[in-house]
Nanobody
Framework: QVQLVESGGGLVQPGGSLRLSCAVS????????IGWFRQVPGKEREGVSC???????TYADSVKGRFTISRDNAKKTVYLQMNSLKFEDTAVYYC??????????????????WGQGTQVTVSS
């Protein structure tokens, strides 16, 4: 059974940092592309970052230089390190798996499994 479980969200002040984790099970992480997405009420889910099975990583322009995606295949976990957080980073963050053979960037329309999401709130 394929599962993706996010953790690490919370409340942080502007300029602060958080690290999100996406623990996967039911498949071998090495062979799959994983993306991070976020969504705020009333808006479409948007891609934040992506890590492909081939080692390629991509970032949305809005987070370049502030966010870093990484993976530990042995621990079956993908991370999103978020630094210099801004008010506009407030959202529910989701990790997701792309279909077999997919690369980065990953469109939300191509995702085959989603995690349940974790709330990130940037507030003073």
């Amino acid at each position: 059974q394929v599962q993706l479980v996010e953790s690490g969200g919370g409340l942080v002040q502007p300029g602060g940092s958080l690290r999100l984790s996406c623990a996967v099970s039911g498949f071998t992480l090495n062979y799959w592309t994983i993306g991070w997405f976020r969504q705020v009420p009333g808006k479409e889910r948007e891609g934040v970052s992506c890590s492909s099975r081939g080692g390629r990583t991509t970032y949305a322009d809005s987070v370049k230089g502030r966010f870093t995606i990484s993976r530990d295949n042995a621990k079956k976990t993908v991370y999103l390190q978020m630094n210099s957080l801004k008010f506009e980073d407030t959202a529910v963050y989701y990790c997701a798996r792309g279909p077999y053979g997919s690369g980065c960037p990953l469109s939300p329309k191509r995702v085959d499994y989603w995690g349940q999401g974790t709330q990130v709130t940037v507030s003073s």
